[in-house]
């Protein structure tokens, strides 16, 4: 599958922008694709697996973490939970050649850029602003004070485009999930 050697992509962009929703998309269609979990000290959303989706940890655990040089990046999100990526399993992705996602916040990717400026930064775009709103209303998952929280992040995380590589519009995840394989160096099926 691959045509390019491995290197780490970066995926970020507003909040229910559809970040997760991509990645599942390339982890159920693209197994060769190897997804970063991303440890986080929220709750679980219904539905979501320990492991899989992140890995929920206490904020003792996530802080021992970060001091340790555990986190490749982290960030609080939202001013209230911490999220990270785990630096060793990246670390060894990449050094066995495998290609790597990381879906992550946009301080996150920042951080990343940092300490791996080769890597690929993809900003997933909505169609539209109006688009933006209804997705996250439409979750149903946060209160009205967190979705005004979200929104106004969501106006800053907009404003950050220019600092990405590549800007996908999530206008459809099948086809955004596809643009985002290809422009990983990687076929398509």
Do not use: C
Request: charged residues 30%; without cysteine.
């Amino acid at each position: 599958m691959t045509t390019t050697p491995a290197r780490l992509t970066v995926l970020a962009g507003p909040t229910a922008v559809g970040k997760g929703t991509v990645s599942a998309d390339v982890r159920a269609r693209y197994p060769d694709v190897w997804l970063s979990v991303s440890a986080t000290t929220r709750d679980p959303r219904p539905g979501e697996v320990d492991g899989v989706h992140y890995h929920f940890v206490s904020t003792e655990r996530f802080d021992e973490m970060a001091e340790r040089g555990e986190l490749l990046e982290w960030a609080v999100v939202h001013g209230r939970n911490r999220y990270g990526t785990p630096r060793r399993p990246v670390e060894e992705k990449l050094a066995a050649g495998e290609p790597a996602l990381l879906e992550i916040d946009l301080q996150g990717a920042r951080q990343v850029r940092q300490t791996m400026p080769g890597a690929l930064f993809v900003f997933l775009a909505p169609p539209t602003w109006e688009e933006l709103e209804r997705r996250l209303v439409g979750r149903g998952t946060e209160g009205p004070e967190e979705r005004a929280r979200r929104l106004d992040t969501a106006k800053v995380e907009l404003a950050a485009e220019s600092e990405f590589d590549v800007t996908i519009v999530n206008d459809d995840v099948h086809r955004a999930t596809d643009e985002l394989v290809r422009t990983m160096g990687l076929a398509t099926r």
